[in-house]
């Protein structure tokens, strides 16, 4: 099989089936091809079970600071708005009340300061303060048999979206392929891809593949491709494997608990699943891992190639794992896998959340979790939070951890403005289109404090969902 396209993409996870949407519905690139080495869409990191099913808006993740937060808060809502248009029966997302938990006086404390002083009360306004009582309204078990004396308070918001990222991903690629010129090609593995004088040559176990400009956004792997094309010499990977642990009928919403700040990793937390409210998922935890797929033998090879093994790698895993808050907090996790010792480990983290749980209350969750590829910069020794794309003549990598299900919607916006500069002006971008589809369907409030999507997708008014109403007080 030879085949000519403009526009090649690596990668059929969220961030690729996003960029597929975007460039097949809103641009008037000619053709387009994606390329995923699996059998299905979103297979690895992008599946229910692979993440915390999460869609982060940077107002209860008390890791990010302000300014993290205003930019994850945009692409948030360009897909939440998205899934308000498009799944109005809620078969790909939950909507829920969502928290941050302070307990006892210190983070009570952190968490005034934070609404308040550091401007997230102002950035998301549906975000409110609220006390012990409000908190056992929405949320019984996390009050329940808690010391009475014990401070609490909670920044919630009704913006709790639980999110099936494997089910939205197979949405943009349907939605894609509606459009002429549109090629999906699964259980295809890319070998190599060549840089020629005229474009590119995508090899793959299924032949070869020709296109003017490549987008690789293959996860962990999309480093291993630059490294291998001479990109990202400066640039190396932390692989953190998260694990979950299932309970019952526990939580209505999400229950976060404070993060400390130095910690790139998610705070652990407590969600109703998006498919069964019944099921009640605790973590992630963090745990250090040499591969760049969760269980795959093979991708430990891939580390090598991603690591380096030269002296910057080793000095910047060195510096970073030195650090007296993270090394610590890498030996605990290593603890929660550990059979016959991990419950107990974990269980404090569950029972901050729902104090009554029991070691037998809660089990690990087996075959559940991804890999989050934690960005190392080489040339600074240090870990870097966020994403990162690396550009070159005509190809672009995407690297993206947490969030970047979240914002894969803005990201696929910033790499379509990438992708027609490599086609030097020839196509162009309806911005207004894409966000007609996506953002402006996102519901909010107007300047005092009504919602202004009084009815939803599915025909709803505020009046009818009380979690709705609960913004409007």
């Given amino acids: 099989m030879s085949e000519n396209t403009d526009l090649i993409i690596v990668g059929g996870g969220i961030s690729g089936a996003s960029l597929l949407y975007t460039v097949a519905k809103f641009t008037d690139?000619?053709?387009?091809?994606?390329?995923?080495?699996?059998?299905?869409?979103?297979?690895?990191?992008?599946?229910?079970?692979?993440?915390?099913?999460?869609?982060?808006?940077?107002?209860?993740?008390?890791?990010?600071?302000?300014?993290?937060?205003?930019?994850?808060?945009?692409?948030?809502?360009?897909l939440a708005g998205y899934l308000e248009g498009t799944d109005p029966n809620r078969e790909?997302?939950?909507?829920?009340?969502?928290?941050?938990?302070?307990?006892?006086?210190?983070?009570?404390?952190?968490?005034?300061?934070?609404?308040?002083?550091?401007?997230?009360?102002?950035?998301?306004?549906?975000?409110?303060?609220?006390?012990?009582e409000e908190i056992e309204e929405l949320e019984p078990k996390v009050v329940e048999g808690r010391d009475p004396g014990t401070e609490l308070k909670a920044l919630q918001t009704p913006d709790g979206y639980v999110v099936d990222y494997g089910a939205v991903a197979r949405s943009f690629v349907e939605d894609a392929r509606e459009e002429d010129g549109v090629s999906v090609h699964l259980g295809t593995e890319v070998r190599n891809v060549d840089e020629g004088g005229d474009g590119f040559t995508v090899e793959t176990d299924d032949g070869d593949f020709?296109?003017?400009?490549?987008?690789?956004?293959?996860?962990?792997?999309?480093?291993?491709?630059?490294?291998?094309?001479?990109?990202?010499?400066?640039?190396?990977?932390?692989?953190?494997?998260?694990?979950?642990?299932?309970?019952?009928?526990?939580?209505?919403?999400?229950?976060?608990?404070?993060?400390?700040?130095?910690?790139?990793?998610?705070?652990?937390?407590?969600?109703?699943?998006?498919?069964?409210?019944?099921v009640t998922r605790f973590g992630p935890t963090a745990k250090v891992v040499p591969a760049l797929e969760r269980g795959e033998i093979s991708t430990v090879s891939d580390f090598a190639d991603v690591f380096g093994l030269n002296v910057s790698s080793v000095l910047s895993y060195a510096n970073i794992l030195a650090d007296p808050i993270l090394f610590p907090f890498v030996v605990r996790n290593l603890a929660y896998d550990v059979p016959a010792l991990g419950k107990r480990a974990f269980l404090p983290h569950v029972q901050k959340v729902v104090p009554t749980v029991e070691v037998d209350d809660i089990q690990r969750a087996k075959g559940y979790g991804g890999v989050r590829?934690?960005?190392?910069?080489?040339?600074?020794?240090?870990l870097d939070m966020g994403e990162a794309k690396i550009e070159g003549d005509g190809i672009l990598f995407?690297?993206?951890?947490?969030?970047?299900?979240?914002?894969?919607?803005?990201?696929?916006?910033?790499?379509?403005?990438?992708?027609?500069?490599?086609?030097?002006?020839?196509?162009?971008?309806?911005?207004?289109?894409?966000?007609?589809?996506?953002?402006?369907?996102?519901?909010?409030?107007?300047?005092?404090?009504?919602?202004?999507?009084?009815?939803?997708?599915?025909?709803?008014?505020?009046?009818?969902?009380?979690?709705a109403a609960e913004a409007d007080d």
């Fill in 29 to 78: 690139v000619d053709d387009v091809t994606l390329i995923e080495k699996e059998r299905e869409i979103a297979a690895v990191n992008s599946h229910r079970t692979n993440n915390s099913q999460t869609l982060h808006f940077g107002d209860i993740e008390t890791n990010y600071t302000l300014q993290k937060a205003e930019e994850v808060k945009e692409g948030a809502e360009l």
């Fill in 92 to 132: 790909m997302h939950s909507k829920r009340s969502k928290m941050v938990l302070g307990v006892g006086d210190e983070e009570v404390e952190k968490l005034e300061q934070r609404y308040r002083e550091e401007g997230f009360g102002d950035l998301f306004p549906k975000l409110r303060e609220i006390g012990r």
């Fill in 210 to 278: 020709a296109a003017d400009a490549v987008v690789v956004t293959a996860g962990s792997h999309s480093l291993q491709f630059a490294k291998e094309m001479g990109y990202g010499e400066d640039l190396s990977l932390l692989p953190v494997a998260g694990s979950f642990f299932l309970a019952g009928d526990l939580l209505n919403g999400k229950v976060y608990t404070l993060q400390m700040k130095k910690l790139p990793f998610a705070a652990v937390h407590g969600d109703a699943d998006v498919h069964d409210d019944g």
């Fill in 373 to 382: 590829p934690q960005i190392v910069d080489t040339e600074n020794k240090t």
């Fill in 398 to 467: 995407n690297i993206t951890p947490s969030p970047g299900a979240s914002t894969a919607l803005k990201s696929a916006m910033t790499d379509v403005q990438t992708v027609l500069d490599f086609f030097d002006g020839e196509y162009a971008f309806d911005e207004a289109a894409f966000r007609d589809e996506t953002i402006e369907n996102f519901p909010r409030l107007d300047e005092e404090g009504a919602n202004s999507a009084a009815s939803g997708a599915d025909g709803s008014s505020a009046d009818d969902d009380p979690i």
